[in-house]
C-alpha cells in the first residue's frame, strides 16, 4: 500500500490510543498512558532469560533493515534527507544492535563476589527500570534505535519520546521494535506537538516509575531537560551539541584531508552534532590545502551531484545559517564556495580566513558551512581547536602518527580520530565529552554503568549456641543463604525477601530472620553438618 501523505512538520498533534505501542497525543494525561505500560512490562522484561533477550534483538536488527526503502521514504518526506543519509542511518543502527546483542550475556558474568572475615560481600549489576528516552531528528534512525536498543539490551524498559519534527519515522521504529516480539509495553511511545514537548517531558520525568533520562540534542534543549531532571533527582545521560574541528599540519595527505573535511562538514546539509564546522590548518600548506577543499565543495554544486545536498529541517534554520554568513562576510571572511540561502536550502559553504570576532567561529551552524581559520603553527592550531564550549569529537590529519596521537592527547574532546573525518562513530567505544558538555556515556559499554544499578550485598552469617538459630544479615533486606555440599561446594543459592516471610526451613535449621543477636561469626561457605556438634 501507498504510503499516506502528511505535512512535512505538522503541528497538529496525533490521536492517542490506549494500545501501548502506538503515539500518544501531546496532553499530559495521555502521555501518562505509556508509564504504566512500561513499568508493568519491567519484571517480564528483566526476567526473561538473556538467550531470549538477544534473539528479540536479533529479529529487530533484521526487521529493520528489510525495511529500509520505508524508512527513506518517509524520511525524504518528513525531513527532507537524502536517501543516501535515511540508508547510512539504518547501517549504523545496525552496527549499534550488533554490540547490544552481547551485553545480555555481559551482564549476567558482572556479578562479583568477595569474602573476608567471616563476610560476604557481592556485587550486582541490576537494570533501573523504566529510562525516558529522548532522541532528535537529525540522525532519526540511528539516534532512535542507539536511544532504546541499549536500556533494553541492560533489561529496562523505555518510554521513547520521539521528535515532533518526525513522528512517522519514529512511529515506525517503535512499530518494528514491537513486530520482533518485545513484551507489550516494553517499548512505549510518547509522540507530541511541537509547543508540547516540555510539558511533556516535565510531566514524564516527574512520575516515580522513570529512573533515568536518556537524551541527545542541542545544548538549549539538553539544558533545560537537565534542569527539570535535577529537581526529580533524575540521573541524565546526555549528548549535545558539537563544534567539532579537524587540524591539517603540514605532512598531512592534503587530498585525503579535503575530501574528509568536505564529507564532515557537508554530510545531512551538515545537520549531525559531529559535523566538522572548523577548518584548522598550519600557514605552511594552507593555500594548497584550500584549494582542494574548495574544488570538493564547488564539486557539490554541479548538477551530477546535486542529490547529495538536501534541504535543512526548515526555513528558519536556513535563515539562521544565512545571519551567520552574513555577519562573516561582514567582519572580512572570504567566501570561497556556496553562500546562496533560498527558503530551506542553503548552498554548501566554505568561509576562509574566519577569526575569533565572527560569530560561525563560536556557534553551532548545524548546516552546510565550514570555516577554514589559518594556524601559525601546531601549538596555535590546538588551542583554536580548544577554543570552543563545546568537546564532542575533533580530528588530526598528519603523516607522523605519534605526532599526530601527542596532539590527540591534548585536545579537549571526548573523541579524536587520526586521520578520519570527524563524522563517524564507533558504537562500542569509550566515549564522553568535556567543556561545558555533561558525560556522554549512552553508548557502547559504557550504557551498563548509567543504565544499570550496582547494588552491595554484604551478608554476616552468626550462630546462637543456646537456641541453634543461624542469622543471615544482609545488604538492602535480603537474604541469601547457600546450602553445600559434603565437599563444601555450593549447591544451591536461595534468595528471601524478609518482608515476605518470618521464618524459613532449611536442612532442618530454624534461620530466624528477623533476629539481630550475634554470638560468633562463621563463614557462608561451612558444611552444614557442624550443627551437630
Known amino acids: 500500500a501507498a504510503l499516506p501523505t502528511f505535512p512535512k512538520r505538522s503541528s497538529r498533534p496525533l490521536v492517542a490510543s490506549a494500545a501501548p505501542r502506538v503515539a500518544f497525543s501531546a496532553c499530559s494525561m495521555l502521555a501518562l498512558v505509556a508509564l504504566p505500560a512500561a513499568a508493568a512490562a519491567f519484571s517480564r522484561w528483566r526476567d526473561l532469560p538473556s538467550d531470549q533477550k538477544i534473539d528479540i534483538l536479533r529479529r529487530g536488527r533484521d526487521l529493520m ?6 524508512l527513506v521514504e518517509i524520511g525524504q518526506k518528513e525531513l527532507g534527507s537524502t536517501p543516501d543519509w535515511i540508508r547510512f542511518n539504518v547501517a549504523i543502527a545496525a552496527k549499534v544492535f550488533d554490540e547490544a ?9 558482572m556479578e562479583a563476589t568477595t569474602e573476608k572475615d567471616g563476610i560476604t560481600s557481592t556485587c550486582l549489576r541490576q537494570p533501573v527500570g523504566v529510562v525516558l528516552a529522548i532522541a532528535p531528528w537529525n540522525a532519526p534512525v540511528t539516534l532512535a534505535i542507539r536511544a532504546i536498543v541499549w536500556p533494553l539490551a541492560c533489561g529496562n524498559t523505555v518510554v ?3 521528535s515532533e519534527l518526525c513522528p512517522k519515522l519514529h512511529s515506525l521504529i517503535v512499530d518494528i521494535l514491537c513486530d520482533a516480539g518485545l513484551p507489550t509495553g516494553a517499548v512505549t511511545s510518547v509522540l507530541h506537538s511541537p509547543e508540547s514537548a516540555e510539558t511533556v517531558v516535565e510531566t514524564l520525568v516527574a512520575q516515580p516509575a522513570v529512573r533515568r533520562v536518556n537524551f541527545t540534542g542541542s545544548t538549549r534543549i539538553g539544558r533545560r531537560v537537565a534542569e527539570i531532571a535535577a529537581r526529580h533527582l533524575k ?11 579537524i587540524i591539517v599540519l603540514e605532512d598531512a595527505d592534503l587530498d585525503a584531508a579535503a575530501k574528509a573535511a568536505a564529507f564532515g562538514a557537508y554530510f545531512n546539509q551538515g545537520q549531525i552534532c559531529m559535523a566538522t564546522e572548523r577548518v584548522v590548518v598550519v600557514d605552511a600548506i594552507a593555500e594548497d590545502f584550500v584549494a582542494k577543499l574548495e574544488a570538493e565543495c564547488a564539486a ?3 548538477r551530477k551531484e546535486r542529490h547529495k545536498v538536501g534541504d535543512l529541517i526548515s526555513a528558519d534554520a536556513a535563515q539562521r545559517v544565512g545571519r551567520l554568513i552574513e555577519d562573516a562576510l561582514a567582519k572580512q571572511a572570504v567566501l570561497r564556495v556556496g553562500g546562496v540561502v533560498s527558503g530551506s536550502y542553503v548552498q554548501p559553504t566554505l568561509l576562509d580566513q574566519v577569526t575569533p570576532e565572527m560569530l560561525i567561529y563560536r556557534e553551532e551552524s548545524f548546516g552546510p558551512v565550514a570555516a577554514i581559520i589559518r594556524a601559525h603553527d601546531e601549538d596555535e592550531a590546538v588551542t583554536i581547536a580548544n577554543d570552543t564550549e563545546y568537546g564532542l569529537v575533533a580530528s588530526v590529519y598528519a603523516s607522523d602518527l605519534a605526532r599526530a596521537r601527542r596532539i ?6 571526548g573523541v579524536c580520530h587520526i586521520n578520519g573525518t570527524t563524522v563517524v562513530q564507533l558504537v562500542n567505544e569509550f566515549a564522553w565529552t568535556v567543556n561545558r558538555d555533561p558525560s556522554e556515556r549512552s553508548r557502547g559499554r559504557l550504557a551498563t554503568d548509567e543504565l544499570m544499578l550496582v547494588s552491595r550485598q554484604s551478608q554476616v552469617c552468626s550462630f546462637d549456641s543456646k537456641r541453634g538459630v ?7 533486606g535480603v537474604v541469601r543463604l547457600t546450602e553445600c555440599g559434603a565437599d563444601n561446594s555450593v549447591v544451591r543459592l536461595i534468595r528471601i525477601k524478609p518482608v515476605l516471610v518470618e521464618k524459613v526451613l532449611l536442612n532442618a535449621i ?5 533476629s539481630c543477636i550475634v554470638r560468633r561469626f562463621i563463614t557462608f561457605w561451612m558444611n552444614p553438618n557442624w550443627m551437630s556438634e
Do not use: W, Y
Not at 533493515?65 to 520505508?70: A, F, S, V, Y
Not at 546483542?101 to 558474568?109: G, R
Not at 540521573?235 to 574541528?245: H, R, T, V, W
Open 101 to 109: 546483542l552481547k551485553i545480555p550475556a555481559q551482564i549476567e558474568a
Open 408 to 413: 590527540a592527547g591534548k585536545l579537549e574532546t
Open 300 to 302: 557539490l554544486l554541479t
Open 235 to 245: 540521573p541524565c545521560l546526555m549528548e549535545l551539541s558539537g563544534k567539532a574541528s
Open 510 to 514: 530454624d534461620l530466624d530472620v528477623n
Open 470 to 476: 543461624i542469622r543471615n544479615h544482609v545488604g538492602r
Open 160 to 162: 521513547f519520546k520521539g
Open 65 to 70: 533493515i528489510e525495511r529500509t526503502e520505508e
